[in-house]
């Protein structure tokens, strides 16, 4: 097995190793880095497997993409270690199983037990961890001035941004800068993200959408000049290292929902830059016997009217909407599945001809603003995903049903991300007919980051206090705390370098 990785994009056979995909983020050529070879799984190891800890099963799988050569396994062990004892429950992800009642086996992953209360903390706890080793590593024994520094540059509709700057608060020879679109955001996002004081953190609030900063983010990437000054480091899931953690879940969730007999399990997701979902394919290509896995989109739909018609298209016209952490039409990770499809039918199973195929369709996309692939590769993907478009009424509608009717426990209640997965999972409920199936919902967000949202569906129902039933206290000091934010005026790249380059002077860097 050789764990080392290629980039989407790339006709060579040119191969990168673990530290080196992680550290470059974002391949030279525009493309996402993948694995040469996705690890198999026997089902004797799954059945070892489901009998390990979060943190166990996280080491486990993690070795099959990382050389002991890279990373000896004691010091992963230590890495995923500190990692997860950051988080509120000790199985770091549980599983709320049965919640709407017995029949339905429709089971919540809570993957919000992290310290910024979202899924994205599940890796990027591990990412800040990582840079931080690879660092100590490069920088030891060496001189002040000759230190190898990471400068992060990451764009964020609301989760990625603070679980990014909670896991690299701090750290040594690494300085975040973090874009966000202004006013699409929630006050709490906004407040988790710009009330931190560490120095090495800064906020920029750019006038435009999510897709205009991560737009801007993957310029930074391509400048040749500024990333060799400032050595970019990237937080968003384009980089493989967030991928990789967020497997773990998706195992230790089937085996939870399964208790060790075989069952049909199918994983719904609610999705927008495709990062969460394609963890759960890769584990689903290992060999985790997974049915299907739903993609659950917004108004937002590209990914559902892809699966729906083959064709990617680019627009600005993107919805705000109540789950606005998915308010995104450039699914950045779709890529990487792109890149499986187009090998698996088109390019007689070589990675070569691949990267070519991959190269033509997102030339298309940059010069046409859109591309098509055959029916036969929407047909591939309909193998292992499936999708549903919710919308903003149907999420309102939701978190008030499942207030009203959870069973285990009563009043349960979802974020507006969550609830659009579970609106998902009824309208496929409905569909597969069949009580064998069960759901594994994911519970990507906490309530509490939504309010609005959250008040909208609830604030009728006697007795609910968003104040008392759904605000942990610690999010509660937040607006009392001084904030830290530079505005951009416009999505510009050159405006960004500036602010970026002004800040880091600030830093003394
Ligand atoms: C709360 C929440 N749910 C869902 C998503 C969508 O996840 P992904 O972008 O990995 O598809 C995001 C953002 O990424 C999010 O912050
Ligand atoms: N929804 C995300 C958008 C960024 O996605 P990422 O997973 O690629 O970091 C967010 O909350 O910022």
């Not at 030279?28 to 040469?36: A, H, K, R, Y």
């Not at 004691?74 to 709320?96: G, H, M, N, Q």
């Not at 384009?238 to 953690?245: C, E, G, V, Y």
């Not at 075989?262 to 963890?279: M, Q």
Request: hydrophobic share 40%.
């Amino acid at each position: 097995m050789s764990k080392t990785y290629r980039s989407t994009r790339s006709s060579s056979k040119d191969t990168k190793s673990f530290e080196e995909t992680i550290i470059q983020g974002l391949a030279s050529d525009g493309g996402l880095f993948i694995p040469s070879e996705i690890p198999q799984v026997s089902e004797e190891t799954l059945k070892q497997w489901s009998q390990l800890s979060f943190q166990g099963l996280a080491l486990e799988i993690m070795k099959l993409y990382i050389s002991s050569e890279e990373i000896p396994e004691a010091d992963l062990k230590v890495l995923i270690e500190r990692s997860y004892s950051t988080f509120r429950s000790k199985d770091v992800t549980p599983l709320a199983k049965d919640v709407t009642g017995k029949n339905e086996h429709l089971h919540i992953l809570e993957l919000f037990h992290g310290p910024t209360y979202a899924f994205k903390d599940v890796a990027l706890q591990f990412v800040g961890n990582l840079f931080e080793y690879f660092l100590q590593r490069a920088n030891k024994d060496l001189p002040q001035e000759q230190r190898k520094r990471i400068t992060v540059v990451g764009a964020t509709s609301g989760d990625t941004g603070s679980a990014a700057i909670y896991g690299m608060r701090g750290k040594k020879d690494v300085s975040v800068f973090i874009l966000y679109p202004t006013g699409r955001i929630s006050p709490i996002q906004e407040e988790q993200m710009t009330t931190v004081p560490d120095q090495n953190v800064q906020t920029l609030s750019v006038k435009g959408t999510f897709d205009n900063c991560q737009d801007i983010v993957k310029a930074i990437f391509g400048d040749v000049e500024f990333n060799k000054k400032h050595n970019v480091g990237a937080v968003n899931s384009i980089n493989w290292a967030r991928i990789l953690a967020q497997m773990t879940y998706y195992f230790y969730a089937y085996f939870q929902a399964t208790n060790g007999s075989p069952s049909k399990v199918k994983f719904v997701v609610p999705s927008g830059n495709f990062g969460d979902i394609l963890a759960g394919y890769y584990a689903k290509k290992m060999g985790l016997p997974v049915e299907r896995l739903i993609i659950a989109t917004n108004e937002n739909d590209i990914l559902d009217r892809f699966l729906k018609s083959g064709v990617y298209e680019r627009s600005d016209d993107v919805a705000a909407t109540l789950s606005p952490a998915m308010d995104i039409l450039i699914s950045s990770n779709f890529e990487r599945l792109l890149w499986y499809l187009a090998r698996d039918v088109l390019a007689s199973n070589d990675d070569q001809k691949a990267g070519e195929i991959l190269n033509q369709w997102f030339t298309q996309l940059k010069t046409k603003g859109k591309f098509e692939v055959d029916s036969a590769v929407v047909k591939h993907a309909l193998v292992d995903f499936d999708s549903e478009r919710v919308s903003n009424a149907e999420t309102t509608s939701t978190i008030k049903e499942t207030y009203a009717n959870s069973q285990n426990p009563q009043h349960y209640i979802l974020d507006p991300h969550t609830a659009v997965g579970v609106c998902a999972t009824k309208r496929q409920m409905a569909k597969d007919n069949d009580k064998s199936i069960q759901y594994i919902s994911l519970s990507t967000a906490h309530p509490a980051k939504f309010a609005e949202a959250v008040n909208e569906a609830l604030s009728s129902f006697e007795g609910y206090s968003f104040e008392k039933d759904v605000l942990p206290d610690e999010l509660k000091v937040l607006s009392t705390l001084e904030k830290k934010l530079k505005f951009v005026e416009k999505a510009d790249v050159e405006l960004v370098k500036s602010a970026i380059e002004e800040e880091l002077a600030k830093m003394g860097l």
